[in-house]
């Protein structure tokens, strides 16, 4: 059964100068069980700079994978110790990522939970830097109340 949720996305890209950035969004979205999965998706904003697109992230006990389709479109599998490459196709142009995951750890149930994800990230083969996603899931219950 798919339900409403809200979702918390914060993310922390460390770059080759060692500035790190940091980015936080909050907004609705759907969650369901599927095979064994749980599924997340929702809409992209302004802020995070990829409006017009649509996130899907795909969960199991061992891996995540982030699905964008949209303005830009990717896939990004996490596993622990494995480097997956994927085509990151942007309205500019495609470049190639390789994703090392460090840390997947997924805590959810059919009400919500919490994604944590550590990561490398390759530019056309070149270190690009460590990032970070975290991703908390709260049903929506019949009080819409933020607090």
């Keep these: 059964m798919e ?4 979702i918390t996305v914060d993310s922390k890209m460390d770059d080759l100068s060692g500035e790190n950035n940091a980015l936080s969004l909050v907004t609705e979205g759907k969650l369901l069980v599927e095979n064994d999965e749980y599924v997340l998706s929702y809409e992209e904003s302004q802020i995070t700079g990829l409006n017009g697109t649509t996130t899907v992230i795909r969960a199991s006990n061992d ?5 964008r389709h949209g303005s830009v479109s990717s ?9 997956h490459l994927t085509d990151y196709q942007t309205q500019y142009g495609s470049i190639m990522l390789g994703i090392t995951a460090q840390k997947v750890d997924v805590n959810m149930n059919e009400s919500g939970g919490q994604i ?3 990561y490398i990230v390759e530019y056309n083969r070149a270190y690009g830097g460590k ?5 908390k899931i709260q049903e929506i219950t ?3 109340s933020l607090s």
């Design 131 to 135: 990032n970070s996603i975290s991703v």
């Design 75 to 83: 896939m990004m599998l996490f596993e622990v110790g494995k480097t």
């Design 3 to 6: 339900k409403q949720v809200l």
């Design 63 to 67: 891996s995540v994978t982030l699905i």
């Design 142 to 144: 019949g009080n819409r």
């Design 116 to 118: 944590n994800v550590d």
